[in-house]
């Protein structure tokens, strides 16, 4: 015997123009709530858009940052407002870690660097070595090495592994920087001691980077960097183009994606 299940009254009568209309409301509303949440709690993603932390990071690396790994302060919410000072849940970043922070003259810019120093450190650069606490922090495995900037621009220079002291009982942290010369004042600093609740950053394209080894007034000298800035640790590059070519020129797509740099942890 065939059966037929029960139809309630009303199925199969279309949905009125004001149903539809609230529930692609109700599900773009959900959508934004749970993109919210991941890019506040979670993670939030970055483009790079300049040279100064060749060659861990390139122009044109898209990155996830991490925001729960130091705890939370204002600048972990979208627009910064000012509900509280500080940091919640914080934890102190490891020296070497790469973290995406709040720019000390503008807090609406975004960087991304190294730290180096934390409170309580002795950093200095002479004749181009990085000197922590009064020991040469070794770089090992010279090579020459060519970057290309922002501008398009080829830089020839030379590539070693900086060999930085872990903090905490931590290993030791091996990532290359770039060297272009030994001459400046970038390579030629005072000592400076890292106050508490503050750390020293610096790009691994130590000569062409804007970092805490200037700590004067003008717009671009970043200092020592707050705690309070922090935005997050950078983790991988989810995506990476050189950007060699006009977006309308879609047949050099394939050809400028960096394949071999997708989904690189972040050393």
Known sequence: MNTVDHIPAGAGRPASAGQTALEYLRTLVSVVLVVVVVRTFLFESFVIPSGSMIPTLQVGDYIWVSKYTYGYSRYSFPFSPDLFSGRIWGAQPHRGDVVVFRFTKDTSVDYVKRIIGL???????????????????????????????????????????????????????????????????????PEYVVPPGHFFAMGDNRDDSADSRFMGDGPKDLGFVPFENLVGKAQRIFFSIADEHPGWQVWYWPAEIRWPRLLRSVQ
């Open 119 to 189: 409170p309580g450190d002795h950093v200095q650069v002479t004749n181009g070595h990085l000197y922590l606490n009064g020991q040469a922090v070794p770089c090992v495995d010279a090579h020459p090495y060519v970057a290309r900037d922002e501008s398009h621009m080829d830089m020839e220079g030379e590539a070693c592994t900086e060999e930085l002291p872990g903090s905490d009982g931590a290993a030791t942290v091996r990532h290359e920087i770039l060297k272009l010369t030994d001459d400046g004042a970038q390579n030629n600093t």
